[in-house]
């Protein structure tokens, strides 16, 4: 199985950004971890802060992997882009979130991701990515 794990802008400085929200584990050690829980399945990381970017390797993976967790971070809540790249492959797509964001500002409970995901995981902190696996290997 081929999982591609897709972050957003900002993500590059987890462990180091406001920990507080985000914790202070760095993605990259993080990615290890995963990666040894489920040696069975290759993950593709790639993490930009360009919106177009990330539109370019979601078209580029989306007809090949067998899903896409994908922390869009800001762009989730403007990128109508980002959006339409989803709904023109065939990958699932979960949609990932570290923080709840519900429980923050209004502006991010707005979501151009949600209604052409699969499913969403919001608020496990980092444990949401690994939830997001499982949710693949169950099919
Ligand atoms: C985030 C939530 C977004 O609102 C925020 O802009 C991020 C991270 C999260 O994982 O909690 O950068 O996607």
Redesign the pocket.
């Known amino acids: 199985m081929k999982i591609a794990i897709i972050n957003g802008?900002?993500?590059n400085l987890l462990g180091k950004r406001e920990p507080a929200v985000y914790g202070s584990t760095s993605f990259e050690a993080y990615l290890s971890d995963l990666e040894a829980l489920f040696p069975e399945i290759e993950f593709l990381y790639f993490q930009s802060n360009v919106e177009g970017e990330l539109i370019n390797f979601i078209q580029e993976v989306g007809f090949s992997v067998d899903g896409i967790l994908l922390?869009a971070?800001?762009y989730?809540?403007t990128s109508v882009g980002l959006g339409d790249a989803i709904k023109a492959i065939d990958a699932p797509v979960l949609e990932i979130?570290?923080?709840n964001?519900f429980a923050r500002e209004d502006f991010?409970h707005q979501s151009y991701i949600s209604p052409v995901a699969k499913g969403i995981i919001v608020g496990f902190g980092l444990d949401s990515y690994r939830l997001g696996v499982l949710s693949f290997l169950k099919g």
Do not use: D, G, Q, W
Request: hydrophobic share 30%; charged share 10%; glycine share 0%.
């Open positions: 802008p900002n993500l922390n971070a800001a989730t809540h979130h570290i923080s964001t991010r």
